[in-house]
């Protein structure tokens, strides 16, 4: 499985966007996905995820109510929407997949390359 990260960008405090993650390759659709991010200088941490049909997603208490993750498993594509975006919010963002519904990075064996957010106060 190969994974694609786009839509990163600089914003301002307040702002929305959307990041996509576009997969390639057999087996997508039975995996999990989540979102995950890294500011500078600090750990990579989770931001959310969503079960392989699209039924059960979990947030991050950091973006609960700002963030939604969605999936087309028929376009091989997941989303990710900020709203209310917050200069904590600045980080590089990836996508991960994986066979199990967790938080944790070192559970996911196909990742992209990350695309980078920056946000403005």
């Known amino acids: 499985v190969h994974l694609v990260e786009s839509g990163g960008g600089q914003v301002q405090a307040g702002s929305s966007l959307t990041l996509f993650c576009t997969a390639s390759g057999s087996g997508f659709r039975a995996l999990a996905v989540g979102w995950f991010r890294q500011a500078p200088g600090a750990q990579r941490e989770f931001v959310g995820i969503?079960?392989?049909?699209?039924?059960?997603?979990e947030y991050a208490d950091s973006v609960k109510g700002r963030f939604t993750v969605a999936r087309d498993n028929a376009k091989a594509t997941m989303s990710l929407q900020m709203s209310s975006l917050e200069p904590e919010d600045t980080g590089v963002y990836y996508c991960?997949?994986?066979?199990?519904?967790?938080?944790?990075?070192?559970?996911?064996?196909?990742w992209g390359q990350g695309t980078a957010v920056t946000v403005s106060s």
């Open positions: 991960a997949a994986g066979g199990r519904f967790v938080r944790e990075a070192k559970e996911y064996a196909y």
């Open positions: 969503i079960h392989w049909d699209g039924q059960t997603i």
